[in-house]
């Protein structure tokens, strides 16, 4: 009958899986209006969008209910971007969205912002296998997140011994430091709390 989309975590680009997989043309990138749209009357509700969108931002209603009930769902939904882009990429080294695009001086050590720093290498396994839980950790701080591939400056700078490591900065300086996988998330969650609620 109808797709709802949630723009509230849909990453609205181009590049969308579901417009790729839509066999009519219902779903397409609006060049004008520079968004996903959906053209409901060739709709055949076959589903494949639905499906093929891994952050479930594309919902397919086959009744005027299950429509009323989507929307609702979508008005009330209070997730915002930032957690599609933890959801979608916070465990692989390294994704777009947290990459550094113009220097750590300008990102990092000139931002205002609480600012977590995941150092990681691609040579070591846990950094690999065992990613920092970024959503669960910090859902309900107003943080900016980088991840870096470690250099040697960054190692002798500020002294890291063991990977992954966690750098807390606020307006620019180092606030904290967790070195090295944490087992258990909850004693991770803990000492990044001391770090954070210190300050
Ligand atoms: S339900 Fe099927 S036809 Fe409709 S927009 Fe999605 S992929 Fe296209």
């Known amino acids: 009958m109808s797709v709802l989309i949630n ?3 849909c990453d609205n680009a181009e590049e969308c899986s579901g417009i790729d997989v839509c066999p009519t043309g219902a779903l397409y990138w609006d060049k004008d209006k520079q968004t996903v749209n959906i053209d409901n009357s060739k709709c055949i509700t076959c589903g494949a969008c639905e499906n093929a ?3 479930g931002a594309i919902r ?3 009744t005027k209910e299950e429509h009323k009930k989507i929307k609702k769902e979508i008005d009330e939904d209070p997730r915002k ?3 599609l882009l933890i959801d979608r990429y916070g465990a692989q080294p390294i ?5 550094i695009k113009y220097g750590f001086e300008q990102e990092i050590l000139r931002s205002n912002k609480l600012t977590v720093v995941e150092l990681f290498s691609d040579d070591s396994v846990h950094c690999l296998l065992r ?14 997140y980088k991840k870096i591939e470690i250099t040697e400056d960054l190692r002798k700078c500020y002294k890291i011994k063991k990977l992954p490591s966690l750098l807390f900065f606020k307006n620019g300086k180092l606030i904290g ?3 090295g ?3 258990s998330k909850e004693k991770l969650k803990e000492k990044i709390d001391k770090i954070i609620f210190k300050t």
């Open 7 to 9: 723009f509230k975590i």
């Open 53 to 55: 969108c891994e952050v």
């Open 60 to 62: 397919v209603a086959k």
């Open 81 to 83: 971007a930032n957690d």
């Open 95 to 99: 994704e777009p969205a947290f990459q």
């Open 131 to 144: 990613s920092i839980p970024i959503k669960e950790l910090f859902k309900n701080l107003d943080l900016k």
């Open 177 to 179: 430091k967790i070195e």
């Open 181 to 183: 996988y944490y087992e």
